[in-house]
């Protein structure tokens, strides 16, 4: 089982965009797959039409009953998706309030992976989505993948934006022991701006191999595929995003 | 003095941009502005080139200094800009603690609402920027306005976005017996794809008069005038993102 996290404290850079797409092309080719929602505003939830505010049971069960949940309550919580081999773990509104309870308990950045280890071995792959803050929700998700995906627009203000969570990757780092695996996704590259071309040259020259050799284009099929409630691999299999994801999955596989 | 919020959990949909574009018209027409940056990501803050994790002083002391905070201690927080009567009270990486730290105290939703009638009396207008998540930073800045505006991308995964966003006044309305004052204002419109051509009108549709008649166009000038670090007014005046603004501007100060 592999788990990989994507994260990025910038909000609107193709988080919840590149956990679906990366889901459903690993789906379509035979892996099974879960995928977890830890953001309260549960695009990934609604993503997939799953209405978040209705929902008895989620990702907070994970986080409020961690010890004591069995295999039964474990799969009260997991959804089908319309893509085969493709599940998800949903967020519900709840979750907003865990920084608040959580914060001063011991041990709670490892609830996520505890619980993935101890349920979740049926799947080949996790991706994690996660909310644009450092929180709780994060530091959970990060203490629990092999790997962290870091979606970057290309454009300089998100720069500053890959800094920081450096830093706080950085930061966590010294308390986990643990260092993480890295990947930077250029996305929503559009190569009629200079300041995209300037800003892709730029993360390159400070990232160097961390950062994927290839870039997302802006593809607005994205959204449309979003609106069909479909991801964009199933709606347009022969689109520029999904080109794109699929050459990123190739590499991201190799490692 | 009047209080703008500009708030939505929904990441990347230009609340920033809102906060940044509108506070340079508003400052160009002679107005002495204040923008406030609750965002732990500081992505205001950094807009203007001020580096938030080199900063001693910030919005984080008008949240632990709270009700000792005097005269001098607010002065060493605000930073003024390369733009005549434009100022600015950063953020800074400990942000990200007051969730944890501050949400068991009584009155902590009040704290921006309080220093704002001590101390910023001399600005007619006051732009707060939010963090793209449900939180103590973000119930502040309700709690302190007297108009929230709400960014909501034209794409239909950003409709339910706002529809949480709508739950999340009503819950806080029940506690805080006051009303809010709405504008949702659609960003990022591109009058060339159906996706965003449907959700405009759904949008229309489902919020009727909360929603400004006009809309903010895609405009790649954005992107270039946040590497220049200047507002999109103050770089290129007759772009079509700053006559979208102004519009959007004349409606708000017209009620
Ligand atoms: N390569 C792309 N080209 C065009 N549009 C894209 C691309 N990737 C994502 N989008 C669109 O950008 C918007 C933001 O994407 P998404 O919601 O995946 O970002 P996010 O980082 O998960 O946001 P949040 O911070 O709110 O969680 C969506 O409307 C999505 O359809
Ligand atoms: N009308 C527009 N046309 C084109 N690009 C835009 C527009 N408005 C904003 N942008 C760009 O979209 C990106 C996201 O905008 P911004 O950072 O203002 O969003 P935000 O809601 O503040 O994000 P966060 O949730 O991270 O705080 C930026 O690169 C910005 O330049
Ligand atoms: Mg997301
Ligand atoms: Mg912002």
Redesign the pocket.
């Known amino acids: 089982m592999k788990i990989w996290t994507i994260a990025n ?4 850079v193709g988080k919840t965009t590149t956990v679906v797409t990366l889901g459903a092309i690993l789906a379509l080719q035979g892996h099974k797959v879960l995928m977890l929602d830890t953001d309260p505003h549960a695009s990934l939830t609604y993503y997939f039409g799953i209405d978040s505010e209705e929902l008895q049971h989620g990702v907070y069960d994970v986080f409020t009953q961690s010890d004591s949940m069995t295999e039964a309550d474990w799969k009260k919580c997991v959804w089908e998706t319309p893509v085969e081999n493709l599940s998800i773990l949903p967020a519900t509104m709840a979750m907003a309030t865990l920084d608040g309870v959580l914060s001063k308990k011991s041990g709670m950045g490892l609830i996520v992976k505890k619980a993935l280890a101890k349920f979740a071995s049926e799947y080949d792959y996790v991706l994690i989505d996660c909310p ?1 803050v450092l929180g709780v929700l994060m530091v959970n998700a990060l203490a629990a993948c092999d790997k962290v995906l870091i979606p970057v ?1 290309t ?1 300089c ?2 720069l500053k ?1 890959l800094e920081r969570m450096y830093r706080t990757m950085e930061l966590m780092n010294t308390s986990q022991t643990k260092s993480y695996d890295i990947c930077v996704i250029p996305t929503m590259y559009d190569k009629r701006t200079t300041a995209s071309i300037a800003a892709y040259r730029e993360l390159r020259e400070t990232y160097g191999d961390k950062v994927w050799e290839g870039v997302i284009p802006i593809d607005t099929k994205f959204r449309t595929a979003s609106m069909e409630k479909l991801p964009l691999p199933v709606y347009a299999k022969g689109a520029r995003g999904t080109f794109a994801y699929s050459e990123l999955l190739k590499k991201l596989k190799s490692e």
Request: overall charge neutral; aromatic content about 0%.
């Open positions: 404290q910038k909000g609107g644009p627009q454009e203000m998100a934006g």
